[in-house]
């Protein structure tokens, strides 16, 4: 016994790896190993050597295994070393750069222009982007026979003859988000709806699809001063510097009386410049809600008026950051949105302030 003991005992201690120890394992204690076969040789033994032999044989056996347990342990914790010493990380070293992402500038601009008009007390409103017949236009007391609502202008929805649901259209201005929200919310009110919207329309100035943002207001005793303060308080804010507006008289279906709105400006090289200089740049429409209007969001215009304006989103990108082309915004040229988008965790900050 002791000459095998001693073998293995030998092996075990002098095992490189546990593919080696495991041949051992096999060899001394597994079922057609040595010490197995010799206690299969215990049925041929007398009582007596049977007494002395079987505990030295499972004593051998566990003092194997033992040594085995040992060394599979000291093996691990050997192999374990030797990977932390080749696969060690500094982690004090920079990590490695990762593609960033860039907000687009239509984006920006609508979080600022949202940021701006909370300040001012409205709150955003949302509606859907396939509008019904009856909210793009009849609320907003656009008459049938109104260019807007002919196929060269307007993106209709087109369904079977046999469908007798009212006709629906991809909105072609956010108005329709007022209706809701008079509809939804009465009165008084005062809600910012930007988004997007579709009209027939494609050049240097015009897309399919852009962005386009309405404000309503809705009081007892609201008026155009009322509008022209707003406007003005907004501009200023969102172009960090004073900002003088004009009103134009105009006609709008779903606004009495209805003004064209110019912001002071300069122009040079090409280049225009809002706040400074003796031009002017028409920058929206707007006007106080027509009474079919308010009748159509079930405010009663007797007891309630207010203003109403809508602009587009994206000329007030182009103009604030000096995009020339509006089709650019649309074209998804990582070129052209890495030099004009912005660092997603850098926050807008407002060079103009809101003032009392």
């Not at 400006?265 to 929206?284: A, P, Q, R, Y």
Request: hydrophobic share 40%; with cysteine.
């Amino acid at each position: 016994m002791d000459d095998l003991k001693n073998k293995y005992l030998s092996e075990i201690l002098s095992a490189q790896d546990e593919t080696t120890l495991e041949a051992i394992r096999l060899q001394a204690v597994g079922k057609k190993g040595e010490v197995a076969l010799k206690m299969r040789e215990l049925g041929k033994m007398s009582p007596e050597e049977r007494k002395v032999a079987g505990p030295a044989l499972n004593a051998l056996k566990d003092e194997i295994n033992s040594a085995l347990s040992a060394k599979k342990v000291a093996l691990e914790d050997a192999a374990l070393e030797a990977r932390l010493a080749d696969e060690w990380l500094d982690v004090t070293l920079p990590s490695r750069e990762r593609p960033q992402g860039s907000i687009h500038p239509v984006s920006r601009v609508m979080e600022e222009i949202s940021t701006i008009f909370a300040d001012l007390g409205f709150a955003v409103a949302e509606g859907p982007q396939v509008e019904d017949d009856w909210h793009n236009f009849d609320a907003l007391n656009i008459p049938p026979h109104h260019p807007a609502r002919q196929e060269h202008d307007t993106f209709y929805m087109h369904r079977d003859a046999s469908d007798e649901r009212p006709p629906h259209v991809l909105r072609t201005h956010t108005s329709p988000v007022q209706i809701r929200s008079m509809l939804k919310q009465g009165a008084p009110l005062r809600v910012i709806a930007p988004g997007r919207v579709y009209r027939c329309d494609y050049d240097q100035t015009h897309t399919p699809m852009f962005h386009q943002i309405e404000g309503l207001a809705l009081g007892k005793d609201i008026s155009m001063a009322n509008l022209k303060w707003v406007l003005e308080e907004f501009y200023t804010a969102f172009f960090g510097r004073p900002v003088k507006t004009r009103f134009r008289a105009s006609h709008f279906p779903f606004t009495e009386p209805s003004a064209e709105v110019d912001v002071q400006c300069k122009w040079e090289n090409g280049t225009v410049t809002v706040g400074e200089g003796d031009d002017w740049l028409e920058v929206l429409g707007s006007g106080m809600v027509h009474p079919n209007v308010l009748r159509s969001g079930g405010i009663d215009p007797n007891e309630y008026q207010g203003f109403a304006f809508g602009m587009g989103i994206d000329r007030l990108a182009m103009l604030k950051y000096g995009i020339p082309d509006l089709r650019a915004f649309f074209d998804s040229d990582l070129r052209w949105l890495k030099h004009y988008g912005f660092n997603p965790l850098v926050t807008p900050t407002l060079a103009g302030g809101i003032h009392g």
